[in-house]
């Protein structure tokens, strides 16, 4: 099977968005956030790799961030972390829900 490479992508996004919260805030809890739900959507991806029908993982990952940081957005207006993180959690859970729909219909 194929790497599941936009979930890898996304992994690395929320990993390094983690990491720059703790850097240019001082933010444990966007430190320890980043980390968790980064690796989460890794392993997801990855289990994703393997079978593309093994979503769960993945689909919680972004589903939580997307419902988490379009709370935040929608409090403070700010594209910058909130905006960005509910943009592609949404396209990733988007992309996970569009194959589910794919793999079911064929």
């Known amino acids: 099977m194929a790497l599941d490479w936009m979930g890898l992508g996304y992994a690395a996004l929320v990993l390094s968005g983690g ?41 919680g990952a972004s589903a939580t961030l997307t419902v988490i940081m379009g709370l935040r957005f929608l409090s403070t207006w700010k594209f910058m972390p909130a905006g960005l993180m509910t943009l592609a959690s949404g396209l990733m859970l988007g992309k996970i829900i569009t194959d589910k729909i794919g793999h079911y219909t064929t």
């Open 19 to 59: 990491v720059m919260g703790f850097i240019k805030a001082g933010s444990v809890p966007s430190l320890v956030a980043g980390l968790l739900f980064g690796i989460l959507a890794a392993i997801g991806a990855h289990h994703r790799s393997q079978n593309p029908k093994n979503t769960l993982l993945l689909l």
